[in-house]
């Protein structure tokens, strides 16, 4: 779709899972998160929200959502930030799938109660590498596991202001976000649920084509314009936004189709230095990666490919055995001469499941962050070369609590020191704009987002470059989401669009538990042909989109006249 005729919906509601009375919110965790589980088979669950202005005491425990998937654990009380109503603290939760269960007393009198459903304590793992693990070239299944989760978000060049915080389970029509589609993990995430008796996480970083001299480029800062030469953001977004957050147990690598001509020693260092900043990234200098050995392209391998994928497993620390692949061939594996499908991609699925063995489990040191400041993340600063006085975009993916007169600042930090240099206005926009001072010395800085009202201090993003002769860079246009007000009933458990290019109509889509009223409104002077609030239908008496897959009722809105997209206005009752 160009951008040029891109629409924008604006959504009318905050869609969370949790019922609440009297102001008690909770803004993390939300339904569907997974949280890596250490080797003691637990995790430790940072809680915020905030509580109604009476409330004297916060408490919250985490009750399984079925026996034998976790164990009750005790009222733990949860502390206010200074100066506010919002509150933050973390209990112990063993693995499994949990209610949590928050509740607000004045004294010793409940006032307010409040839920979230389905948070996991589990796997975590990042897909990453090239085409075989990214998918996309045929329908898979849904999951049949409700313990399977993805972050249901996919962009060719990813906008980090658009990030969801927002899980769903993987079905045909979800996306592995944030880039990549379901492909095989609907069904590897079941088996493994089945087997290790605990919820399961995928985050999607790969991309198809791609060559182990993109990946480490890239990862080096070398961004270029196109999807494959900037290739390593997408791993450094999963990294920075979301395993911040819950942890990983690995990185799971499938890639080197696109590297036939490549030596061992240069595709090792490569991929060492990919596998290094990872690690660079999280801090956590254990972060486990399962390399396979695959080299496989229209009926040629590479054996100097495979000794060096076999040299990473056998000298980086670390570095695990993943599935071997270039024994897989033949028309009814791969009917394309390259891509796994059909009975290929089960035996694909097996290899992989093969190798996330009990030994695999046992060995691998899983990555279990406890940070607060992972409630306001930031990410990249694009491009990550600036002159001083250009102004830039300093995204970020919030999830703090906060007061309703709070506002965001950016702090641009050096990197060698983390001093704090500039602070931006305060604002409320995700991204903010903030121009560069114009005396800002050359060199390496960082930017991060902070909340005012609590203070929470965010993380610190990837550092970028200032040079005063750098290429001029022109300020680049954002989209600004707007949210206003309501409360959604429990019932409606996801909303969303379906933007029809060639008809410049929409499909609202909602899950739901009961029926629903959708309706659209355009603000920009165009109409549609379905006006007023309307019952919606049952998904199945539309088109087998595979959008569609995660959703139980629509509505289509076909424009009238015909018109070129604009903005709308979308709502549902």
Same mark, same amino acid.
């Given at each position: 779709m160009s951008a040029s005729v891109r629409p924008i919906l604006l959504v009318l509601l905050i869609l969370y899972s949790a019922r609440s009375f009297a102001q008690l919110t909770i803004t993390s965790p939300v339904p569907r998160i997974v949280y890596q589980r250490n080797q003691a088979d637990e995790a430790t669950i940072i809680i915020t929200g905030l509580a109604p202005p009476t409330a004297t005491? %916060?408490?919250?425990?985490?009750?399984?959502?079925?026996? =034998? !998937? =976790?164990?009750? #654990?005790?009222w733990t009380p949860l502390s206010f930030l200074p100066s506010s109503k919002a509150f933050r603290g973390s209990v112990l939760v063993k693995k499994g799938q949990y209610r949590l269960d928050v509740r607000a007393k004045t004294g010793s009198t409940v006032v307010a109660e409040t839920y979230v459903n389905r948070v996991g304590v589990g796997e975590v793992f990042v897909l990453a590498g090239q085409s075989n693990v990214y998918g996309g070239l045929q329908r898979v299944p849904s999951s049949e596991e409700d313990r399977v989760s993805c972050v249901d978000f996919r !962009?060719? #060049?990813?906008?980090?202001?658009?990030?969801?915080?927002?899980?769903?389970?993987?079905?045909?029509?979800?996306?592995i976000g944030p880039s990549q589609p379901p492909h095989l993990w609907s069904i590897l995430g079941d088996r493994l649920v089945r087997r290790l008796n605990v919820p399961v996480m995928f985050l999607g970083a790969a991309l198809g084509g791609t060559s182990s001299d993109e990946w480490k480029q890239s990862a080096a800062g070398n961004l270029g314009n196109t999807p494959n030469s900037s290739v390593y953001r997408r791993l450094g977004i999963a990294l920075l936004h979301y395993v911040s957050r819950t942890g990983a147990r690995a990185v799971l690598w499938h890639q080197g189709e696109n590297d036939l001509m490549t030596s061992t020693q240069t595709y090792f260092d490569n991929i060492q230095y990919v596998i290094n900043k990872s690690r660079q990234q999280t801090g956590f200098n254990q972060l486990a990666w399962m390399v396979s050995r695959t080299s496989f392209v229209a009926g040629q391998t590479s054996a100097t490919v495979i000794a060096a994928q076999n040299q990473l497993i056998a000298q980086v620390h670390d570095v695990f055995a993943g599935p071997a #692949? $270039? /024994?897989?061939v033949g028309p009814e594996n791969r009917p394309d001469g390259t891509h796994m499908l059909g009975e290929g991609l089960y035996r694909f699925i097996n290899t992989w499941e093969q190798c996330l063995n009990s030994t695999f489990f046992n060995t691998s040191v899983p990555f279990t962050p406890v940070d607060s400041s992972a409630f306001i993340t930031s990410g990249y600063t694009l491009p990550l070369t600036r002159r001083p006085g250009? #102004? %830039? !975009?300093?995204?970020s993916l919030r999830a703090d609590a906060h007061e309703s007169d709070n506002q965001y600042v950016a702090q641009l930090v050096r990197a060698d020191n983390n001093q704090v240099v500039y602070e931006s206005a305060p604002g409320t926009a995700n991204p903010l704009m903030v121009t560069l001072p114009a005396n800002l010395p050359d060199g390496q800085y960082r930017m991060r987002t902070n909340s005012t009202h609590p203070v929470t201090l965010g993380t610190l993003g990837e550092p970028f470059q200032v040079h005063q002769s750098a290429t001029p860079t022109a300020t680049q246009p954002s989209i600004q989401l707007t949210t206003s007000g309501g409360t959604t009933d429990p019932a409606i458990q996801r909303f969303a669009y379906r933007y029809e290019p060639k008809s410049h109509g929409f499909f609202v889509m909602v899950r739901? $538990? %009961?029926?629903?009223?959708? !309706?659209? %409104? /355009?603000? $920009?002077? =165009?109409s549609f042909g379905n006006s007023g609030w309307n019952v919606a239908s049952p998904s199945s008496q539309g088109p087998d989109y595979a959008e569609f897959a995660d959703f139980n009722y629509l509505n289509n809105y076909p424009p009238a006249p015909l018109v070129l997209g604009g903005l709308s206005l979308a709502g549902i009752g």
């Amino acid at each position: 779709m160009s951008a040029s005729v891109r629409p924008i919906l604006l959504v009318l509601l905050i869609l969370y899972s949790a019922r609440s009375f009297a102001q008690l919110t909770i803004t993390s965790p939300v339904p569907r998160i997974v949280y890596q589980r250490n080797q003691a088979d637990e995790a430790t669950i940072i809680i915020t929200g905030l509580a109604p202005p009476t409330a004297t005491t %916060i408490e919250a425990r985490f009750m399984p959502m079925a026996v =034998g !998937q =976790g164990e009750v #654990t005790a009222w733990t009380p949860l502390s206010f930030l200074p100066s506010s109503k919002a509150f933050r603290g973390s209990v112990l939760v063993k693995k499994g799938q949990y209610r949590l269960d928050v509740r607000a007393k004045t004294g010793s009198t409940v006032v307010a109660e409040t839920y979230v459903n389905r948070v996991g304590v589990g796997e975590v793992f990042v897909l990453a590498g090239q085409s075989n693990v990214y998918g996309g070239l045929q329908r898979v299944p849904s999951s049949e596991e409700d313990r399977v989760s993805c972050v249901d978000f996919r !962009q060719e #060049t990813i906008n980090e202001y658009l990030l969801p915080f927002r899980f769903s389970n993987v079905s045909y029509g979800s996306n592995i976000g944030p880039s990549q589609p379901p492909h095989l993990w609907s069904i590897l995430g079941d088996r493994l649920v089945r087997r290790l008796n605990v919820p399961v996480m995928f985050l999607g970083a790969a991309l198809g084509g791609t060559s182990s001299d993109e990946w480490k480029q890239s990862a080096a800062g070398n961004l270029g314009n196109t999807p494959n030469s900037s290739v390593y953001r997408r791993l450094g977004i999963a990294l920075l936004h979301y395993v911040s957050r819950t942890g990983a147990r690995a990185v799971l690598w499938h890639q080197g189709e696109n590297d036939l001509m490549t030596s061992t020693q240069t595709y090792f260092d490569n991929i060492q230095y990919v596998i290094n900043k990872s690690r660079q990234q999280t801090g956590f200098n254990q972060l486990a990666w399962m390399v396979s050995r695959t080299s496989f392209v229209a009926g040629q391998t590479s054996a100097t490919v495979i000794a060096a994928q076999n040299q990473l497993i056998a000298q980086v620390h670390d570095v695990f055995a993943g599935p071997a #692949t $270039d /024994s897989i061939v033949g028309p009814e594996n791969r009917p394309d001469g390259t891509h796994m499908l059909g009975e290929g991609l089960y035996r694909f699925i097996n290899t992989w499941e093969q190798c996330l063995n009990s030994t695999f489990f046992n060995t691998s040191v899983p990555f279990t962050p406890v940070d607060s400041s992972a409630f306001i993340t930031s990410g990249y600063t694009l491009p990550l070369t600036r002159r001083p006085g250009e #102004t %830039i !975009q300093v995204a970020s993916l919030r999830a703090d609590a906060h007061e309703s007169d709070n506002q965001y600042v950016a702090q641009l930090v050096r990197a060698d020191n983390n001093q704090v240099v500039y602070e931006s206005a305060p604002g409320t926009a995700n991204p903010l704009m903030v121009t560069l001072p114009a005396n800002l010395p050359d060199g390496q800085y960082r930017m991060r987002t902070n909340s005012t009202h609590p203070v929470t201090l965010g993380t610190l993003g990837e550092p970028f470059q200032v040079h005063q002769s750098a290429t001029p860079t022109a300020t680049q246009p954002s989209i600004q989401l707007t949210t206003s007000g309501g409360t959604t009933d429990p019932a409606i458990q996801r909303f969303a669009y379906r933007y029809e290019p060639k008809s410049h109509g929409f499909f609202v889509m909602v899950r739901s $538990d %009961i029926p629903v009223e959708t !309706q659209v %409104i /355009s603000i $920009d002077g =165009g109409s549609f042909g379905n006006s007023g609030w309307n019952v919606a239908s049952p998904s199945s008496q539309g088109p087998d989109y595979a959008e569609f897959a995660d959703f139980n009722y629509l509505n289509n809105y076909p424009p009238a006249p015909l018109v070129l997209g604009g903005l709308s206005l979308a709502g549902i009752g």
